[in-house]
């Protein structure tokens, strides 16, 4: 990975392509109840971090414009066609979410689901979030974060980071996502935990909240 470049994997890449397409209803079906009660009522224009295969369309209304920051190529054809599909205006951009390139205080909300688990610096990542937010905009995030120490899922998760990781393109299941995004200097940051029942144990362990500029 160079500064402002994400590079393919030629296998995992694809793979990850390939995989979330399908799983995507599964994920979705999962995480609903939590998104729809941090995505209500999203601005006209959202950046979104890490947009995938475009999983959170559905909560754009029509005619909306998603700035997607997703730097993995093969995601790009099948987020392009969701966003026709939602009749979402789609501007997307190859870029690292911790350099979006978008001006000083220029955008009223953020939103990012599975996303800080990858990037390679989310303490980063959450400053030019703060950077682009304008005053009074909001961070809106869905999350899987570490277990609590001394559990089975926080000792299986440890177990599995080196496979995990390089499965999921760096995806860690050990970061403390709730600790960080509050240090990060936001005014104020809304925050619930809650617990996913799936066969992907590690990924079971969940926050959803609001961070506010």
Not at 104 to 130: G, H, K, M, N, Q
Request: net charge positive.
């Amino acid at each position: 990975m160079t500064d402002d470049v994400f590079e393919v994997h030629r296998a995992r890449g694809p793979f990850n392509a390939a995989f979330f397409s399908p799983l995507g209803p599964f994920i979705e079906w999962n995480l609903r109840r939590h998104k729809r009660r941090v995505y209500s009522e999203l601005p006209h224009t959202v950046v979104e971090l890490g947009s995938g295969v475009g999983a959170n369309l559905r909560y754009l209304r029509p005619g909306s414009t998603l700035v997607a920051v997703e730097p993995n190529v093969p995601m790009h054809r099948r987020l392009r066609a969701a966003a026709a599909r939602h009749g979402v205006r789609l501007d997307l951009r190859e870029r690292l979410a911790e350099r979006t390139d978008l001006p000083d205080d220029s955008v009223d909300s953020v939103i990012s689901s599975l996303v800080l688990c990858t990037v390679a610096d989310p303490a980063e990542v959450l400053a030019e979030i703060r950077r682009i937010l304008r005053p009074g905009g909001t961070f809106r995030f869905v999350e899987h974060v570490a277990a609590r120490p001394g559990t089975p899922t926080r000792a299986l998760q440890r177990a599995l980071r080196r496979p995990w990781a390089w499965t999921f393109e760096g995806c860690s299941c050990e970061r403390d996502l709730a600790g960080l995004l509050r240090a990060a200097g936001f005014a104020r940051v809304d925050i619930e935990p809650f617990r996913l029942h799936t066969p992907f144990i590690p990924f079971n362990t969940q926050i959803a909240g609001v961070a506010h500029a």
